[in-house]
């Protein structure tokens, strides 16, 4: 038989069978696809993305440089069902939402730890976010939409992003040089900042070291087309990532990982000048001081090589802290003066130490004639948080300050030093066994998880300060949660090139450390919230089932539907009033819904030329009330033309997207960000392998929109809008020169 250049066969006639061979038609060669990426956070082993029962997404440093990708708002831009908030009054970017589930509900890890959190009771803060990794130290980052507590416990509601640093290896081949360093620099017009990057990797024998240090300054991110400027802002950052590789055998790797991250962000708050919303003071000028610091440091050992029934061994120990420190200066008078009276000075701080191991084992075997693999360890951490605040009031008439505003016995205000929820102590352990079992054309992979959650509440002074003439006094005690997460996945293959799969996931997420134990009174204000030690864990059912095709030329396509229905959904809700003030308390919502479908593609038109998209909608609803879920995107649509030529370093791509107006909102006063479209071009050359260029201009046709993240709640009669919104026109570009 003889191969034909399709790759079907033909018979050879009999005449054939004298002559000398025929040599091999050459086959084509395949080209990957999008669904040939490689991601190991779905399942904890690595495997490509069409063999896994899920939809995940993989951005790697190329996609990072060729969009100019400077924060994780430009790391989702392009993503469907994915998306990141702003805070653009001082804080700027927030956290991921995932298919409408954002917050502390999606677990991200680097490098394979827990990474902090944030206090989501406090998420309108000035700095409460989790950009705070640096993009310039990955190579990857893995999405994984859905329940993943079946892996990874308590707060893998919505999903996991999974981050991974360089490695030496990354830059040093067997047998090449013992030594590599570049120089990258890089500009985004959003809000004219400048990054610069310096990366040194060495090697002798068997240690090799890498040395990450990127320095980043900017300003206020730019509003697009607005009547207003945005808060005249300055920001410098200093992370430094350094990775120390030890091989002491063939089969062992360890891994010494430290990282360090300071920023400070300088804001004068214009948006705050004028009377309070409540009517009780006037602001004549603000300023804020912000700075984050971030640590973390790891140890790691990789055995690959059998230890009886155990194929592979991977075991870590780690510790990451966060710190945030957020300073307020505030010229205030009387609503009905001319002229300020006090200066009103607001210290908060928030702290986060965790400390955690992981254990991760694999074993391979054969079970009734069908190849299994195991994947099966544990996980420990320890976790403690504070969130200390603090407020003076200095009279500019005598000078003398006031150590809580106002001093009681006075009415209105809140009496500080406090803290609105008590320090707390967080023990979090459980077990986990995957099985991934092939027969045929079928791909079964079972999963359950075993977790412990241990909440250890710390009241002191400073709180029951915050709780003083609240209309229930807490009730403080230690809670705990055992929790099983199961998940069941499959995948069948039509032909080698179109296969289907399901799955369903259970997940799990304990209340949180600040939202059962919140106590917090400001009557000036007119409202208080109160504590609720009988909030129970939140769950989810989720459901998806997909479609997929690829194909030897590179084209690819991928069909998605999913159902998640989450259970005791905790959210912050008016119970009632007492003399005229308002009462909140974090409670169980019964059951939320959220639905939709994603679709990407890509059509490779010629071996230069690709045409790439997808479509993402979904729907969310509380069905107790019928409402719609705010945090839940409208639908969006993505096209994109790539060029690129093998050999000649030249690629550029046109990308356009269309997003629906925001039309599911849980209350018709609030505003509903309109549909937009956008345009986009980016190109890069890569002159030699010492020196590439990325180029990029964003938003060309210079629209003016609304992420529909920035504005949930905001009322759609709000004379302030035009500070939501987006940049309009802008530039961007990086380049790297290399040794």
Do not use: C
């Not at 502390?104 to 406090?122: A, H, Q």
């Not at 705070?132 to 308590?154: F, H, Q, T």
């Not at 590599?180 to 500009?187: Q, R």
């Not at 205000?413 to 045929?440: C, H, M, R, W």
């Amino acid at each position: 038989m003889a191969s034909t250049a399709l790759g079907g066969t033909l018979a050879a006639p009999a005449s054939a069978q004298t002559s000398p061979p025929a040599q091999p038609t050459p086959v084509p060669t395949v080209q990957p696809t999008q669904l040939d990426a490689v991601t190991s956070a779905a399942t904890r082993v690595k495997r490509p993305i069409d063999a896994v029962p899920g939809t995940i997404s993989v951005i790697t440093t190329e996609d990072m440089d060729r969009e100019n990708v400077q924060d994780i708002r430009d790391l989702v831009r392009n993503e469907p069902g994915v998306s990141v908030g702003s805070q653009p009054n001082r804080g700027g970017s927030t956290n991921f939402v995932i298919r409408g589930i954002g917050g502390n509900r999606v677990l991200v890890i680097v490098d394979g730890m827990r990474s902090p959190d944030f206090p989501g009771s406090n998420q309108g803060g000035a700095n409460f976010n989790r950009d705070y990794i640096d993009l310039e130290n990955m190579k990857r980052v893995e999405i994984v939409r859905g329940p993943a507590s079946a892996l990874y416990g308590s707060d893998a509601l919505g999903g996991v992003v999974a981050y991974t640093t360089k490695d030496p290896s990354d830059y040093l081949t067997p047998g090449g040089r013992d030594y590599y360093a570049s120089l990258k620099a890089a500009y985004n017009g959003a809000n004219d900042s400048f990054a610069e990057t310096f990366t040194g990797v060495a090697r002798g024998g068997k240690v090799e070291f890498l040395g990450l240090y990127t320095r980043r300054d900017g300003h206020n991110t730019k509003l697009g087309n607005s009547y207003y400027e945005s808060n005249p802002q300055t920001w410098g950052e200093n992370n430094f990532l350094g990775k120390l590789v030890l091989r002491p055998s063939e089969t062992d790797t360890i891994r010494v990982i430290g990282e360090v991250t300071d920023k400070i962000t300088k804001t004068r708050v214009l948006s705050s000048v004028g009377d309070s919303p409540v009517a009780v003071a006037k602001v004549y000028d603000e300023w804020g001081n912000d700075r984050t610091q971030h640590y973390r440091l790891s140890a790691q050992w990789e055995h690959n090589a059998p230890i009886g029934f155990v194929d592979r061994i991977d075991f870590m120990a780690y510790y990451s802290g966060m710190y945030r420190y957020e300073d307020t200066a505030t010229l205030r008078g009387a609503v009905a003066s001319t002229v300020p009276s006090n200066m009103r000075t607001s210290s908060y701080s928030f702290a986060q130490d965790v400390f955690g191991t992981e254990l991760q084992m694999e074993s391979k075997g054969e079970i009734f004639g069908l190849a299994n693999q195991f994947v099966y360890g544990g996980s420990f951490s320890w976790t403690y948080t504070t969130r200390p605040r603090n407020r003076q009031q200095i009279t500019l008439a005598t000078g003398v300050t006031t150590p809580i505003v106002p001093a009681p016995p006075a009415p209105g205000g809140e009496q500080t030093p406090s803290k609105n929820f008590p320090d707390s102590d967080i023990l979090q352990t459980g077990i986990y066994l995957q099985d991934e079992i092939t027969a045929g054309r079928f791909t079964v992979t079972p999963a359950v998880r075993l977790d412990y959650y241990s909440l250890m509440p710390k009241p002191d002074s400073d709180y029951w300060r915050s709780t003083v003439g609240l209309t229930t006094a807490p009730t403080i005690g230690v809670t705990n949660y055992l929790s099983a997460s199961p998940k069941l996945g499959v995948i069948y293959r039509f032909t080698g090139e179109y296969s289907t799969y399901a799955q369903y996931g259970r997940g799990f997420r304990a209340p949180p450390y600040d939202s059962g134990n919140f106590g917090f009174n400001n009557s000036g204000a007119g409202y208080q919230i109160i504590s609720n030690n009988s909030l129970k864990p939140e769950t989810v059912d989720g459901f998806e089932a997909g479609f997929r095709g690829k194909y030897k030329e590179g084209s690819s396509w991928a069909l998605s539907g999913f159902y998640n229905t989450y259970s005791n959904f905790i959210d912050a809700i008016q119970v009632g009033t007492s003399a005229g003030t308002i009462i909140f308390q974090y409670q169980n919502l019964p059951k939320v819904d959220i639905y939709g479908f994603e679709a990407r593609g890509e059509y490779r038109i010629a071996p230069q030329w690709g045409l790439l998209g997808y479509f993402a909608f979904a729907r969310g609803t509380d069905t107790t009330t019928g409402l719609a879920i705010d945090s839940v995107d409208p639908w969006k649509l993505q096209g994109r033309l790539r060029y690129g030529v093998a050999g000649t370093g030249f690629g550029a791509q046109l990308i356009g997207t269309v997003v629906g107006t925001h039309h599911n909102v849980s209350n018709e006063y609030y505003f509903q960000a309109p549909n937009y479209a956008t345009l986009d071009l980016t190109a890069s050359y890569e002159w030699n392998p010492h020196f590439k260029v990325n180029v990029g201009a964003f938003n060309v046709t210079n629209a003016k929109y609304w992420n529909s993240q920035d504005v949930i709640g905001v009322a759609s009669n709000s004379t302030v809008l035009d500070r939501y919104t987006n940049p309009g026109r802008y530039f961007g570009a990086n380049l790297t020169l290399k040794w």
